[in-house]
């Protein structure tokens, strides 16, 4: 049978192949679906495990022994998250909950900027027309704003209330670091060899790298928009700041924040929003282009059009999860694709070579 369907042309093996991997794919997507928020609790884990492991790594590089560099590196992040859990993030709630009473204030001083502006023109006829247009856009914009800016602070609540969730994501992410290395062999020994130990080593180095660079981007990213919004004075520098920072975990967000930002800030003072938008894309850009590429890397290796599609999709069956981890998993895929047509390659030649020789043979008899 195996025989026989190897006898098939390319295209039909694949046209009944991807059936079966669509249906596959679809029945696992349908289990984590059924097991949620397990399967979510313990992709959050594995990723935080995949982080903490680089800098256990690090400390064994310069001697130290790993149960010393994880109790070190428990430590360090522990301190981190009493940091967060006790200062930093009280205080960006409390600033996102007085940013949204805050938020007609500012939308009423926007139109009343644009409005200002239409003294300046001429022409009457386009001066109602734009006045009507602003009205319309300032309910809009006022509407959306403000349910854009509830779902976001019920959602950063419901997380802070979820604390099982957040005590099984730290619980198992202790035992990711801990015994690891015993689960992911169990996990890859049902993949036939050499592909376990390919496939293991292509998707925890693009994970280790994606996520630790990543995460170190977003933190940068944070301390230089804060430092930034403080100097200029805008009112919640740190939740700006902070909010620019995470979306560097996901590609292109940062520049959304920046722009819906700078645009918010446009309705409480203009020049203040332009101010911003030029400050925040030009820290921005060096982030991007200096500091990222000696941390990244060429390591993801996607055209920037895989990278979309990958985030659309990612968005889609999995939700900001999966915006997190669709950049990686497409890299890991990309990979693999990578060296199987490298191999396919290194056979072709070899099957050509032995025709030749055979060819020639039969012509010499």
């Known amino acids: 049978m195996i025989e026989l369907f190897k006898q098939l042309p390319r295209w039909l093996r694949l046209s009944l192949v991807f059936p079966l991997l669509f249906l596959n794919g679809w029945l696992l997507f349908q289990l984590f679906s059924y097991l949620e928020p397990l399967v979510s609790i313990f992709v959050t884990a594995s990723l935080l495990a995949f982080v903490l492991d680089v800098p256990i790594k690090l400390l064994q590089r310069r001697g130290v022994n790993r149960s010393g560099s994880i ?8 301190l981190i998250l009493i940091v967060l859990g006790l200062i930093l993030i009280p205080q960006i709630v409390e600033q996102l909950s007085s940013l949204i009473n805050s938020l007609p204030q500012w939308i009423e001083s926007g139109t009343e900027q644009i409005q200002n502006l239409e003294k300046w ?8 027309y734009i006045e009507q247009s602003i009205t319309q856009l300032s309910e809009r914009l006022t509407n959306v704003l403000q349910t854009l800016s509830t779902q976001l602070l019920s959602f950063v609540l ?6 099982l969730n957040i005590l099984f994501v730290l619980v198992l992410t202790v035992f990711l670091v801990l015994y690891g290395e015993q689960i992911w062999e169990g996990i890859f020994s049902w ?6 130990l390919k496939l293991r080593t292509i998707i925890r180095q693009t994970f280790e790298t994606y996520f630790a660079g990543q995460t170190i981007l977003a933190g940068i990213l944070s301390l230089a928009q804060i430092f930034v919004f403080v100097i200029l004075k805008v009112d919640y520098a740190l939740l ?7 979306t560097t975990l996901i590609p292109f967000a940062s520049a959304f924040a920046i722009i819906g930002i700078s645009t918010l800030l446009m309705f409480q003072d203009f020049w203040l929003g332009l101010k911003v938008l030029t400050l925040t894309i030009i820290v921005g850009q060096i982030n991007d282009n200096v500091i990222a590429p000696r941390l990244m890397g060429g390591m993801i290796g996607l055209n920037p059009v895989w990278i979309i599609l990958s985030l659309f999709i990612g968005g889609k069956v999995a939700g900001i999860l999966g915006l997190l981890i669709a950049v990686p998993i497409a ?10 047509r490298s191999q396919q ?8 070579l032995e025709e030749t020789v055979k060819n ?5 008899k």
């Open 71 to 78: 109790a070190i590196v428990f430590l360090i992040a522990l």
């Open 345 to 352: 390659r290194e056979k072709e030649p070899v099957v050509f």
């Open 158 to 163: 419901g997380t802070i209330n979820s604390i």
């Open 191 to 196: 993949i036939p060899a050499p592909w376990n």
């Open 360 to 364: 020639s043979s039969e012509e010499g």
């Open 121 to 128: 023109d001429k022409t009457q006829k386009y001066a109602i």
């Open 240 to 246: 700006f700041g902070v909010a620019i920072g995470l």
């Open 331 to 340: 890299s890991v895929l990309k990979s693999t694709i990578d060296i199987i």
